[in-house]
């Protein structure tokens, strides 16, 4: 239905602008293209031009869609004009040779619903001409590693922060940026595994439909997060990385404007910081500016420098990895956030070996006081990969990765032993209050 009801629209759209001047002056009847459009037409054009762009739409779940169309079908829909209502009107109905192509089909003449849901959603089309924020799904999921309870990242990052860092914090909320496909290389499925719940952000249109059919348990959105207070949009070449001279471009939202959309939530107990390398922006903006009221407890940051060439923009321009290391570590001091340790260990040289981290843990200590938790004082990476050949001086580093992995698996499952009692029921079910001192005279055992 959705491509009838794009080639239905196109039309009134071209001479939308002609029809919106001409009814000014003419009060809407001197032209031709105010005769031939419907009123719902007319009311549709009014509630896109007053729609706004300053916050991500949510998307409804399946069973509210399905309600509006079974009202719609069987004429109980209330006067409200919407794009639904365009869709069900006389004057645009897909033909019968497009339906029967679709039941031939056999996934009749709708888009799946989740990917292909821009045709028939009603706050999308109301409110806001951006991609909409999806919903959890709470079905079985559908993950390449099947049910097994492991490590889904690079470098064990996840065990080590369940084991190091978040050993006392259960059943919170994440945030994952640039979040990719929801299972390779992912920070928070493993969380997610033990009772977490969050938003993924991904930009990459690829990756959001594999994160898409993850069924993860989170909110998912195909955009990124603004480096500004402001919407915008933020371009991305194949790898992820910020092109402002790209031809990919998606929705950006600042921090605030996704947790108003997630019902006014103030905390963010973990956030996974990787944005393609305008990590130090969006830290910037989020905890000296916009987001200084929300709470955040642990924030891993992935970063690296930019080249030349990416836009004019001052979030795009070149600096180097050393230059964005200092800003996000000055950002953070700022922000009163304590630095514990560094995750994903590399070479930097193998001639005179060193080695560096590519993600950086913060804690944020007033997060753990206010519960009454210690405060995380340190956290240890798994080794860097063994080098090509042997080297004396670096089979004599001495590496220390906190715990052994037997004592991680143990600690792994206290802590899911741990998640499942936090979650669990403090009080009784509901019962019926009836008893047989109540009971009516006329009911009969």
């Not at 002609?18 to 054009?45: I, N, P």
């Not at 000296?288 to 836009?311: A, C, P, W």
Request: net charge negative.
């Amino acid at each position: 239905m959705v491509a009838p009801l794009l080639l239905a629209l196109c039309a009134p759209m071209a001479g939308g602008i002609a029809l919106h001047s001409d009814a000014r002056h003419a009060g809407g009847k001197a032209d031709g293209f105010s005769s031939a459009l419907s009123q719902e037409t007319l009311d549709f054009f009014r509630h896109l031009e007053n729609a706004s762009s300053r916050r991500p739409a949510i998307m409804p779940p399946g069973d509210v869609r399905r309600a509006w169309q079974s009202r719609h079908t069987h004429g109980h829909a209330n006067g409200d004009a919407s794009l639904l209502d365009l869709a069900d009107s006389d004057a645009f109905q897909p033909s019968d040779e497009f339906q029967r192509a679709g039941e031939e089909q056999g996934e009749g003449s709708e888009l799946p619903w989740g990917i292909g849901m821009r045709g028939d959603s009603k706050p999308l089309y109301e409110y806001s001409a951006m991609p909409t924020l999806d919903v959890p799904h709470y079905v079985e999921y559908s993950l390449e590693s099947g049910n097994n309870i492991q490590t889904f990242s690079s470098a064990w990052q996840d065990v080590k922060l369940i084991t190091q860092v978040l050993e006392n914090v259960t059943n919170g909320f994440y945030l994952d940026t640039h979040g990719g496909d929801g299972e390779t290389n992912s920070y928070t499925l493993l969380l997610e595994l033990t009772g977490w719940r969050g938003l993924i952000i991904e930009p990459l249109i690829y990756n959001f439909a594999n994160l898409w059919g993850k069924l993860r348990k989170a909110w998912i959105f195909l955009g990124c997060v603004s480096p500004t207070w402001n919407a915008t949009q933020i371009g991305f070449d194949t790898e992820g990385v910020i092109d402002m001279e790209s031809g990919h471009f998606v929705p950006a939202y600042n921090i605030p404007a996704f947790m108003e959309e997630l019902g006014g939530r103030k905390t963010i107990d973990f956030w996974a910081v990787h944005n393609g390398h305008y990590e130090a922006e969006v830290l910037n903006e989020t905890f000296l500016y916009s987001g200084k009221n929300i709470e955040f407890g642990v924030v891993l940051v992935r970063f690296d420098g930019r080249r030349t060439g990416r836009g004019y923009q001052f979030f795009a321009q070149h600096r180097s990895k050393d230059a964005t290391e200092e800003l996000i570590f000055e950002i953070m001091r700022t922000a009163s956030f304590n630095y514990i340790g560094g995750l994903d260990a590399y070479w930097i040289n193998y001639v005179e070996p060193r080695f560096g981290y590519m993600d950086h843990v913060w804690v944020n200590p007033a997060y753990f006081e206010r519960r009454g938790l210690p405060v995380p004082s340190w956290c240890k990476s798994a080794p860097p990969p063994k080098l090509e050949y042997t080297d004396q001086k670096a089979g004599a580093i001495p590496w220390d990765a906190g715990y052994t992995y037997k004592e991680e698996v143990n600690k792994v499952m206290a802590y899911m032993a741990n998640a499942k009692r936090a979650a669990a029921a403090t009080e009784s079910a509901a019962q019926a209050h009836r008893v047989v001192a109540t009971e009516l005279p006329s009911v009969k055992h």
